[in-house]
Structure formats: C-alpha cells, structure tokens
C-alpha cells in the first residue's frame, strides 16, 4: 500500500509542476490596446492588419496629427504602441518616459530633389535655398547631417523649414529650386512639378557615409514597458504579424493602396508608385541596435539635443 501511495504521491507533484507557479503561463486577455500611427507610409501595414482583421478586436488604431500630440498620448499613456522617428523615441526615453524601441521599420523614405542640371554634387549647393521639414525630425537633422558630412557648413547654405506639405506645394508652384522631401510627397511633387529631379537618396548617402553595413533606422515603432511587461505573449504576436503585414505590403503595395486612400487620403497610383523608393523592413529594437547606435551619435556629434541630450543606454532596446 505504502508503494501504490509513494507513486501516487510522485504523479500529483509532476502535474502540479507541470500546472503550477506560471510554468504553464495563463492565456494573455487584452481588453484594449491603443496603437497610434503617422499619416504616410509607415502605416500602410498596420492598415493592412486593420483590413484583414490581423489585429483583434481589442485594438484601436488612431492616426496622429503631430509629433505633439503623438507625444502627449505617450506621457499620458493613452496609446500603448506608437510608430514615430527614431530620434524622437530617443527624446521621450531621455525625459525618462517608460517606453523602449521595439522594432525599426523604415530604413529610407526621405529624398533631395532640384532643378534639373542645378546640382551635380554637394558642393553645388553652397549658397543655395533648401526646403526642409519637420524642423528637429528626422528631414532636418539628417540634411544637417549629411551638409556637414558633405563638408557644407550650415552657414553656406539657407535651410527653410516648412511643413513637408506645404514644401511640395511650392515645388509643385515653381517656388523652390532644391527640397527635401519624403514619400509619397516626392512622387506627388515629381507627377506635377516642371524639371525637378532626384539628386540624393538620403538612405544611401547615409551607407555611403557610414560604411557598407549600416543601414538608416529612420521610423521604428516604441511600447509602453507597463504594457510590454503585462502582455510578453500579445507582444511577441504582434512583432511576428507587423514583420509579415510589412513583408507582404512591401512585395505588393497594391494589396493596401485602397485603405491608403481612404484613410490617409494619398491616391492609389502615388501610393504604388512612392513604395518603389521606400524601403521598409521590420527589424526588432535590440537587433538594430548597431544601426540605432550610429544614427543617434551622429545626430548626437550635430546637437545632443537632437535625441534628448544623451545616448539613450541598453533599457531603450526591447527584449522579448
């Protein structure tokens, strides 16, 4: 009898090991998840997990107006998941803001374009009038950047900040003979412009720049920690289902181009057509950290205020 007990006792503590002390983790329930986007491209794969139902019930999606806004819903803890520039993550993170980088999905997206025949290397554009936007965003402090790469001091050249909408508009209106702009902007500023064209492609100036291996991580997407830490599994579905959408929309953003429309307001074809100079891939916060490291140095060696006054340290990095 003592032996028939000893094996019953051994089988009970196997299975309350097995059920038992979170071995066996409880099914994560989310009530309500609030992800806010950009309007532009970025967005188009959470657009897509929108329209075919990828993202489940309990998620709201919100596009922003603004960085302020966008930033507001952070501090607050509104929004629980937000695609913004990568130095501007940084910012937050140094206002200590309890959020770190979860993935980076926009390696280049931003173009100089010019009158046709005006400029043929950088040193043609001292003493020019360039329109940039989004004045510490990304357009600015990578233009800034590669002048100062380029050996053009910011004294040599006349930056004019505007929105990038409105840059386009006087591109568009032949009121500006060199801009930087962003997709789907450029195409719609090249579809109706006279005799500009594209000088530079700002992610391969940045390559050139920085060696063959380091890519531009322009737009990534942070988390709140407090959401992260008490939902690892809807997280970590999340990041697998984001890499797919921007996968599938990168192979053919045809599948999106209508919700782009209807919910961004960018016409099908300039969607379609813009996708060809963008390039999005969805690469997890802690394995672009290289890339995320040498962005943020650099902008640091322009202005530490660029990202917040210092390098953010390992915490910025998301780890499942």
């Not at 803890?77 to 940084?90: E, F, L, R």
């Not at 109706?192 to 000088?199: L, V, W």
Request: proline share 5%; hydrophobic share 40%.
């Amino acid at each position: 009898m003592k032996r028939y007990k000893s094996v019953f006792i051994i089988i009970l503590s196997f299975v309350m090991f097995l059920t038992g002390c979170g071995s066996i983790p409880k099914k994560e329930k989310v009530q309500k998840v609030m992800i806010q986007v950009p309007m532009g491209p970025p967005t188009a794969p959470m657009l897509y997990m929108q329209e075919n139902n990828l993202l489940g019930s309990e998620v709201e999606v919100i596009i922003y107006q603004n960085m302020e806004e966008a930033n507001v819903n952070i501090a607050k803890k509104v929004a629980d998941i937000t695609i913004m520039p990568v130095n501007v993550a940084s910012i937050l993170y140094n206002k200590d803001m309890d959020i770190s980088l979860l993935n980076v999905h926009t390696w280049g997206i931003l173009y100089m374009i010019a009158k046709e025949g005006l400029i043929q290397s950088w040193d043609d554009l001292k003493g020019k009038e360039i329109y940039v936007g989004a004045q510490g965003a990304s357009p600015d402090v990578l233009t800034r950047y590669l002048l100062e790469n380029n050996g053009i001091g910011q004294d040599e050249v006349q930056l004019q900040y505007s929105s990038s909408q409105e840059i386009a508009q006087k591109i568009i209106a032949g009121q500006g003979e060199v801009a930087v702009l962003p997709e789907p902007l450029l195409t719609q500023a090249l579809k109706k412009a006279d005799h500009m064209e594209i000088i530079y492609d700002f992610a391969e100036e940045w390559t050139r720049s920085n060696g063959p291996n380091i890519a531009l991580p322009q737009t990534g997407t942070i988390i709140q920690n407090e959401f992260a830490k008490q939902y690892p599994r809807w997280v970590n579905e999340f990041q697998k289902a984001y890499a797919n959408a921007v996968e599938t929309v990168m192979k053919d953003p045809a599948v999106v181009s209508e919700a782009v429309e209807r919910e961004m307001g960018i016409p099908k074809a300039v969607f379609e057509e813009a996708m060809t100079r963008i390039d999005l891939k969805a690469v997890p916060g802690f394995d672009a950290k290289e890339d995320v490291q040498t962005y943020l140095e650099a902008l640091f060696a322009i202005s530490p205020d660029m990202i917040g006054g210092s390098m953010p340290d390992e915490g910025f990095y998301y780890q499942e």
